[in-house]
């Protein structure tokens, strides 16, 4: 090459002039080489970085352009986009590469620039990734063969390639059918306002609107490669939309929305092989039975001489009595104006055989530290029965066997540790492990109630407390109670009004409101109102069943519902719930494992909540869901059943906001009479997303 | 006497004739002193070349690392993304690594802690939504590869010359996200 000729010529020319020998002639000589290597490949290799990064640059700006063609123009074939990708590559690098689509690329100094595009999921949605690549020779000014040749580096080539992919503005799905379809009649209607509905069902219409049915969502996708519309339906993404454009919006084809508490750990106790139930029901052993117990003798004024207390008489049920006992029997039917055990002291364990019922006394009060009744405690006082006392610093354990039945005027269990337990061994009274049907207030004060027959109130109206703590029902199957049978479970809300839970201020900690209802929770239609605060309320063998006409209200809490538990909302009832969005778990570290084993609750949470997720259905759980025949339900939080069929009918409606996650997600949907289901995505960004537009995004 | 015909007449020519003919006698000890001296100069020539070739080659690669290294980190951050829609950043270790294989064996093995040579030093910035004057928004990587090079054949008598190049590469759609991605310490 020139370059080193002259080279040479300048080295020699140097030396020349003071010596005509070859000496240094020779070194030159030999070095040349070397030296034309070292300058050559820097010249080269700079040169195939140059055009390296330059192709690059191309190929990217026309992957991008593609992608970006394609969005705005609804281009959606290689030969279209191809153009704008083309120029875009020209322009990128001045034209130096001369590019030209392949088709047309004839002359040997353009290159051609291939494009593809394919179907791909970005971030749960579908879109489009655009490839584009280009190959051109690797020239060589130096190093190559042909060229001077000393390196011998072959003639090789260069390409590029850079995929793009479009990223869809953020349409979070607000209600995504897992497994099958949605389908509505009559005057029913789905409507998702800020989101998207969904049905992963892939065989079949997936969608079927018939009537004046109505599925209306920003996106409405499904997997399977029809919907179905006829009369008045309409299926599609204008909320003004007329049936002869219906279903023109749906995306066919579309890939299964992407289930967003799929992290989230199941809580089937089975399928975890987590106990998040406490199954122990450890009643803590009684003392032993004394041999004799002392009988109380209402006729006589002789139990101060025996050191167990004094019963003045005064008369038929005018007596007051204050006991003192270690051992009593003979505990059941008298009445007297106030029966005072323990008075006086926070202190002692109090055992009484032979049950403790029949009682008509005017006030009870049961001072004292423990208490073990066999027999059952059936208290019917006329005015007031109370456990504990506003003296008491320590607290009371009390365990009942036989059933409790309080039909006081008024109840309070002071704070304490209760474990009552319906069923009695070699007893033929199996019964609520709780039960009133007179009561006009009950106050259980927590904070720790292990109930082995559930809480049944079935008259009465009774207005009941359940303040915050840990509360364990379990229902009992042999529950024959003759005014519950047929009721059992573990809360049956017969009438009356409820509070579970203390109410907590925005800026406090809240209280550990856990609850388990095994066997289920009815509210009937002759309860009044209850009230969730907030907590977490798990449910399973039974459903949450609202009843018609009671009004239900809930602030910050979560239903965990698993193992044949689903929810059922029937005509007239009344719901407003919302799930917490402060002091709560986030879904993927519920429950959390490192809490496996570790004492109630077993979440570490104390009791709060899941974040976002009102009302969660295990994953196993089939059991079907319905809301019927004009209950009104308005939810802040998701409805999260995935394996569970929702059934809307009548004139009920489910009015959803959720922020994040989908509203609703159910195995399939059907709503049916003038059933409304309303969505709302209340968040601006939209699920999971942090690109608030359409764009395009380099990949690869 | 005879006269030699080649004596010169004149003493001053045949002096200066004589200094020729000692000067063709001495001409090989002269030309190695010569040749020593002009060597010295064709080495520095030679070398001169060769270290500016190398040093060409050098600058290149180094871009060349840097710029392949960013867009691989920005386009891996943006693939993350669209696979599990959350943007999650390589470290700065995965960086060197594209950078290595980039740059290719051009250049010694890079790192990011202090004192590689050369040092790859990775400045992850999340603007959010800001767009700060002279600042892209969103997540951001500015990637600085420095090397210090050193010519060959002159050991300890040329200080090293440092060589920088720095890119900044926007992570695209990233603007609502919190990711805090790890930057390197080197």
């Known amino acids: 090459m020139p370059y080193s000729v002259v080279l040479r010529s300048v080295v020699r020319a140097l030396c020349r002039l003071r010596d005509r020998k070859a000496a240094v002639a020779l070194i030159i000589a030999l070095s040349a080489p070397l030296l034309i290597a070292a300058t050559g490949l820097a010249v080269d290799v700079g040169y195939w970085y140059e055009q390296q990064e330059g192709l690059q640059s191309a190929v990217d700006a026309a992957a991008l352009a593609a992608a970006t063609a394609a969005e705005k123009y609804s281009v959606d074939s290689t030969n279209m986009a191809e153009p704008f990708a083309v120029a875009a590559a020209n322009n990128a690098t001045n034209g130096q590469f001369a590019f030209t689509p392949p088709a047309s690329a004839g002359t040997t100094t353009a290159t051609p620039l291939t494009l593809t595009s394919s179907k791909v999921t970005v971030n749960g949605a579908a879109s489009t990734q655009w490839v584009a690549s280009a190959t051109i020779p690797r020239r060589s000014f130096f190093s190559a063969v042909g060229g001077i040749g000393f390196l011998g580096v072959p003639i090789g080539q260069q390409s590029a390639s850079a995929s793009a992919d479009l990223v869809l503005p953020s349409s979070p799905a607000c209600l995504i059918a897992t497994q099958g379809a949605i389908s509505l009649s009559g005057a029913a209607s789905v409507i998702g306002t800020n989101c998207g509905i969904s049905s992963n069902e892939e065989t079949g219409c997936s969608m079927s609107a018939t009537g004046s049915g109505k599925i209306i969502g920003t996106e409405v996708a499904t997997e399977a490669n029809c919907v179905s519309v006829s009369g008045a339906g309409y299926i599609g993404t204008s909320a003004s939309a007329t049936p002869s454009d219906s279903s023109s919006t749906v995306t066919l084809n579309a890939p299964a929305a992407t289930d967003p508490l799929a992290d989230m750990n199941p809580t089937d106790s089975a399928a975890a092989g987590m106990s998040i139930w406490n199954p122990g029901w450890t009643t803590p052993s009684a003392p032993v039975e004394a041999a004799s117990p002392v009988t109380p003798d209402l006729g006589f004024n002789t139990w101060s001489a025996e050191g167990v207390g004094d019963c003045l008489v005064l008369g038929d049920f005018n007596a007051g009595c204050e006991l003192d006992p270690n051992y009593l029997t003979g505990m059941s039917g008298f009445g007297v104006a106030s029966l005072l055990l323990n008075e006086g002291t926070t202190t002692g364990t109090t055992f009484i055989t032979g049950g403790f019922s029949g009682q008509s006394n005017k006030t009870t009060t049961l001072n004292g530290d423990d208490y073990y009744i066999n027999g059952g405690m059936d208290v019917t006082s006329d005015t007031a029965l109370t456990i504990g006392s506003s003296a008491q610093t320590s607290p009371i354990t009390m365990v009942v066997n036989g059933g409790t039945v309080m039909n006081n005027g008024s109840a309070t269990l002071d704070p304490g540790t209760y474990y009552l337990n319906g069923a009695m061994s070699g007893s033929s009274y199996t019964g609520w492990g709780l039960s009133t049907d007179i009561s006009s207030s009950l106050a259980l004060e927590g904070p720790t109630y292990y109930v082995n027959g559930g809480i049944g109130i079935t008259n009465g109206g009774p207005q009941m407390t359940l303040s915050s703590g840990l509360y364990e029902l379990t229902s009992y199957a042999g529950n024959s109670n003759s005014e519950n049978s047929g009721d059992a479970g573990a809360f049956y809300a017969g009438q009356g009004t409820y509070v579970f839970g203390n109410p907590v201020s925005s800026d406090a900690t809240p209280a550990p409101n856990t609850y388990f209802f095994d066997g289920g929770l009815t509210i009937s239609g002759g309860a009044r109102s209850v009230v969730f605060n907030p907590g977490i309320y798990y449910i399973r063998n039974g459903n949450l069943d609202i009843g018609s006409g009671p009004t239900v209200t809930g602030n910050g809490v979560t239903f965990v519902l698993e193992g044949n538990a689903g929810f059922t909302i029937d005509a007239g009832a009344s719901v407003s719930l919302s799930a917490p969005s402060s002091n709560c778990v986030a879904p993927a570290n519920f429950p959390n494992p490192s809490y496996e084993g570790s004492a109630a609750p077993y979440d570490g949470t104390d009791g709060e909540g899941i974040c976002g997720v009102l009302i969660y259905q295990s994953r196993g759980d089939t059991t079907a869901d319905s809301v019927t025949e004009g209950a009104s339900g308005a939810f802040a939080g998701a409805i999260y059943a995935p394996n569970a069929p929702l059934t809307v009918s009548g004139g009920a409606s489910m009015t959803i906001s959720t922020s994040g996650l989908p509203g609703l997600e159910v195995a399939s949907v059907t709503d049916s009479g003038s059933g409304a289901i309303n969505l709302t995505e209340t968040s601006s960004s939209g699920s999971d997303s942090g690109s608030t537009s359409t764009g395009a995004m380099l990949v690869q | ?186």
């Open chain 2, 1 to 186: 006497m005879s006269k030699s015909p080649f004596r010169p007449e004149k003493q001053g020519v045949f002096t200066g004739c004589g200094a020729v003919l000692a000067f063709a006698r001495a001409r090989r000890a002269a030309a190695a002193v010569e040749f020593a001296i002009c060597s010295v100069a064709l080495l520095l020539f030679i070398f001169g070349i060769l270290n500016l070739g190398l040093l060409g080659l050098s600058l290149s690669a180094l871009a060349r690392g840097v710029q392949s290294a960013a867009r691989a980190a920005a386009v891996f951050t943006s693939a993350q993304y669209a696979n599990t829609g959350a943007f999650t950043c390589p470290s700065p270790g995965n960086i060197v690594t594209d950078f290595n294989n980039a740059a290719g064996p051009a250049l010694p093995s890079a790192g990011d802690a202090s004192g590689s040579n050369p040092l790859v030093t990775v400045t992850w910035t999340n603007n959010g939504t800001n767009n700060q004057a002279g600042d892209p928004p969103g997540l951001y990587l500015t990637l600085t590869g420095s090397y210090r090079w050193s010519p060959i054949g002159f050991n300890g008598l040329f200080p090293s010359i440092p060589l920088t190049i720095t890119t900044v590469t926007t992570v695209m759609g990233s603007q609502n996200q919190t990711t805090a991605c790890a930057s390197s310490n080197g």
